[in-house]
């Protein structure tokens, strides 16, 4: 996790212009920097106009044929590459075992049901950045209510805190950011295969009040998003429609991705991200 923050960092902190060079290249290939003021996330699947105050780079599978990672000349001389690829590869893995578990925890017949369909490491490591605010502008949203789309979201944070999760019964709660931890969301891939037994998890990116007083300052963390492999049929899982129908249709669950994304980034676009006199 240090080496992968401190990765982010390194990008990050590019001019504007030079981190543009590497820019999303569209929801189907899901890689390249997404600026400030273009990716706008909904509230449960409903349209939301708010610009989230963040930038990130999101990194795929290396080497997919079709597909290319942006790797930045300006870091070629550095672990960047590296150090994230790592990460990836650490973060694949976990998921994997996770997923194992999980066909354990549902008693499938077949316990690497799960695993089976997602060792195509088809997933999404995005890099995200927070810039600082001021306490004018504390109430600036960072990341507001949604859920992720895939089957598990593994995210590393720095101590900055600001996540919050929603619970079962209605109640915000703080995610207390532990050094070197990782923090698991379910995600709506996994909901829909389990018709609701898992429920992907309402969180949202606040402003702590510790801060609200004083400058904010910037935030880091970095998503890793699973997904199952992009020819896998997304379909109710027979224990989880014993005693109810399914709720979801069958889905490609690449069809699935690419859809969400492209309802919440836009084409890339220069905005102010100056946040003196907000």
């Known amino acids: ?55 990130s780079l999101e990194i795929g599978k290396e080497d997919e044929p079709g597909f290319q990672n942006e790797w930045p000349e300006e870091l070629k001389e550095t672990t960047f590459r590296q ?59 960072r990341a507001n209510l949604h859920t992720d789309y895939g089957t598990v979201t593994l995210l590393a944070q720095d101590q900055v805190g600001g996540l919050q999760v929603l619970t079962i019964d209605g109640t915000w709660i703080d995610v207390v950011p532990v050094e070197n931890s990782i923090v698991m969301n379910v995600g709506e891939m996994l909901m829909r295969w389990t018709n609701d037994v898992l429920k992907a998890t309402l969180h949202q990116v606040k402003v702590p009040p510790i801060h609200e007083a004083n400058d904010i300052p910037e935030r880091y963390s970095i998503a890793f998003f ?16 014993i005693d109810r129908p399914p709720k979801y249709e069958a889905i490609n669950a690449h069809e699935y991705i690419t859809k969400r994304l492209s309802d919440t980034i836009k084409d890339p676009v220069k905005v102010n991200t100056d946040t003196s006199s907000n």
């Open 226 to 241: 699973c997904n199952p492999n992009k020819e896998t049929l997304l379909e109710c899982l027979e224990p989880c429609c």
């Open 1 to 55: 996790v240090p080496k992968a923050l401190a990765a982010s960092k390194a990008f990050f902190d590019l001019p504007y212009d030079i981190k543009e060079k590497y820019k999303f290249q569209g929801s189907a290939s899901n890689r390249g920097y997404i600026g400030i003021g273009n990716e706008t996330l909904d509230v449960v699947n409903g349209s939301n106009n708010t610009v989230m105050f963040k930038e």
């Open 83 to 141: 150090d994230l690829l790592d990460y990836f590869n650490t973060m694949d893995a976990l998921h994997l075992r996770i997923m194992r578990l999980i066909g354990i925890g549902l008693k499938l017949d077949d316990p690497n049901f799960f695993v089976d369909r997602c060792n195509g490491q088809h997933e999404n490591l995005r890099l995200l950045h927070y810039p600082a605010l001021n306490k004018e502008n504390a109430h600036t949203s």
